[in-house]
């Protein structure tokens, strides 16, 4: 157990609705990272908040968007979805603002249909 | 063209064998990263990098900075090694960011 929750583990959702991931950091981490992992495309950085501000920005669409709590947690909004957003969405925190060590959440499932 | 490229794509082993996983990478990084996905997809960070050799246990890792290449060795595999192999380079000048290989799918057979 990494000590990184996400939720819900798995969504199955229609296109063009808006879904919502959840992320809780380890406990102490500032940082947290979203990462996309579809068929086609691998492991991809999304964003990263560090301490509630947004500290880096990947391959994000338009279309999403993050934010991280007072309390550390963060979401990712995923809107006008398409089937290709189908993918495992992945949370990883660590204490400082560089992923020197990530510990990874178990992920989230999303099947657009 | 990716700018980690890794090696092979697809492993089947026999139980007991020395394998090996390479990574290469085409820029310069701050640190690399090994990562283990396992078939559910949850994935665990197995190595952080930035120069030598490290082991834990029957995993051991390498990495060349001169010549841009990461090696990860698991030795006496086990059919519970099976997962696919990630890796992961923090580039030098972005710091936050990883980038990813496609990943080493091993299959260790009893």
């Known amino acids: 157990d990494s000590g990184v929750t996400q939720t819900p583990k798995h969504l199955i959702t229609a296109t063009g609705q808006r879904v919502t991931l959840r992320c809780s950091p380890r406990?102490?981490?500032?940082?947290v990272y979203w990462y996309q992992q579809s068929l086609d495309q691998g492991l991809q950085f999304l964003i990263q908040?560090?301490?509630?501000?947004?500290?880096a920005k990947g391959n994000i669409l338009e279309r999403f968007s993050a934010q991280q709590f007072p309390d550390l947690h963060s979401e990712l909004n995923l809107s006008s979805l398409e089937l290709g957003d189908s993918a495992l969405y992945f949370c990883?925190?660590?204490?400082?603002?560089?992923?020197?060590?990530?510990?990874f959440g178990q992920g989230t499932r999303l099947t657009v249909v | 063209k990716n700018e980690v490229e890794q090696s092979p794509q697809n492993l089947t082993a026999q139980e007991g064998e020395f394998i090996t996983i390479n990574c290469s990478y085409s820029?310069?990084?701050?640190?690399l990263h090994w990562l283990q996905q396992h078939p559910g997809g949850g994935i665990v960070s197995l190595f952080m990098?930035?120069?030598g050799k490290k082991k834990h246990g029957r995993l051991i890792a390498t990495i060349n900075i001169q010549e841009k290449h990461s090696s990860l060795h698991i030795t006496a595999s086990h059919p519970r090694d099976s997962a696919v192999y990630i890796c992961?380079?923090?580039?030098?000048?972005?710091?936050?960011?990883?980038?990813f290989g496609t990943g080493t799918s091993l299959t260790v057979i009893p």
């Open positions: 990883a925190s660590s204490e400082g603002d560089r992923p020197i060590e990530a510990f």
């Open positions: 406990s102490g981490d500032l940082s």
């Open positions: 908040y560090y301490n509630g501000e947004e500290r």
């Open positions: 820029v310069g990084i701050s640190a």
């Open positions: 990098l930035s120069s």
């Open positions: 992961a380079v923090r580039l030098g000048d972005t710091g936050n960011q990883f980038y």
